[in-house]
């Protein structure tokens, strides 16, 4: 019989600014897995309730799961429910429980409470790194790892693209955002759809996910990668006079996905910027960025 995935969860916040921080220490098959991010305008319960969900998203559906935390809030409520019991204290946060009892159902989880500040090893690791990423702690808890090497260059130093056949295929998702800025009145004939091209909108979202798929046409040492999905979501806000664009890419293949994200944000910015530009020139595009990738041996890296 195989044996459990052992995960070890554990959530922070720092008062008065509301920063949280949550760590994640997986266990199976004599590796470590360690994942941990941090969250703003937020409070510790729920940083608790994130870690095990972000525990539970990094392990297979159907998966044997023993998830050892040292917050009661968590522990106590979730082994009560599985007994058939009522919920204890969802007075709050009923978001992240729902999130969490959906990924519990999929997964067969023995929720275990382990006293903290006691010394264990696991417990004291994901406390130290939930703790750094709220800013209780100034320093990481371990040494920084050493810097990958260039992977795209050969032993030469000349540019080739990287053999991925041996690594696993695992779902990967990534998500990056661009933000552009506007005069208000193009910004509100946008919303009106009194622009003479059309739909702005409806072009940068189409333009986001044409960008994604042509990746590996654009940038020269990209992987075509099969895309199972690609989103491309805009925000309008009219405070900044800005629209913002959140792309997102998923597939399950042997690389990530981080570079089609990125293009699908820069694609759909520059769509916007071709529809308006009859009306305004001085458009502007800007903090094009990664925020959030998961899958492959790095696991789910979350950049503030």
Same mark, same amino acid.
């Given at each position: ?28 098959? *004599? ?6 991010? $941090? ?57 992240? /429980? ?12 023995? /929720? ?6 006691? *010394? ?8 130290? /790194? ?98 199972? *999905? ?58 094009? $960025? ?15």
């Amino acid at each position: 019989m195989a044996h459990p995935i052992e995960v070890y969860t554990d959530g922070a916040c720092k008062l008065p600014e509301k920063r949280g921080g949550w760590a994640v220490l997986i266990l199976h098959n *004599g590796q470590e897995r360690l994942l941990h991010g $941090r969250e703003e305008n937020t409070t510790s319960n729920r940083m608790e309730l994130t870690a095990a969900i972000k525990a539970l998203e990094a392990v297979p559906e159907g998966a044997s799961v023993v998830l050892h935390s040292d917050s009661e809030y968590l522990i106590l409520d979730m082994r009560s429910r599985q007994q058939g019991g009522k919920p204890r204290r969802r007075n709050a946060n009923l978001d992240l /429980w729902q999130r969490l009892d959906a990924l519990a159902q999929r997964r067969k989880v023995r /929720w275990e409470w382990v006293q903290g500040h006691t *010394g264990h090893p696991y417990n004291e690791k994901v406390n130290a /790194w939930a703790e750094y990423e709220a800013g209780v702690r100034p320093n990481p808890p371990e040494p920084a790892p050493p810097s990958p090497a260039l992977t795209h260059l050969d032993a030469q130093g000349r540019a080739h693209q990287v053999d991925v056949s041996q690594k696993p295929p695992t779902l990967r998702e990534a998500v990056a955002r661009a933000t552009v800025r506007m005069r208000p009145e193009t910004l509100a004939l946008i919303q009106a759809g009194g622009l003479e091209k059309g739909d702005a909108l409806a072009a940068a979202r189409l333009a986001g996910i044409a960008g994604a798929k042509m990746t590996p046409h654009l940038i020269p040492l990209c992987h075509p990668i099969p895309l199972t *999905g690609v989103q491309v979501d805009l925000e309008i806000d009219e405070a900044n006079s800005a629209i913002h664009i959140t792309a997102t890419a998923r597939a399950v293949w042997h690389t990530g996905v981080e570079m089609e994200a990125m293009t699908a944000a820069a694609c759909s910015a520059l769509a916007l910027y071709d529809m308006v530009k009859g009306v305004e020139r001085g458009v502007r595009i800007a903090d094009l $960025r990664l925020v959030r990738k998961t899958g492959g041996q790095s696991g789910e890296v979350v950049l503030p």
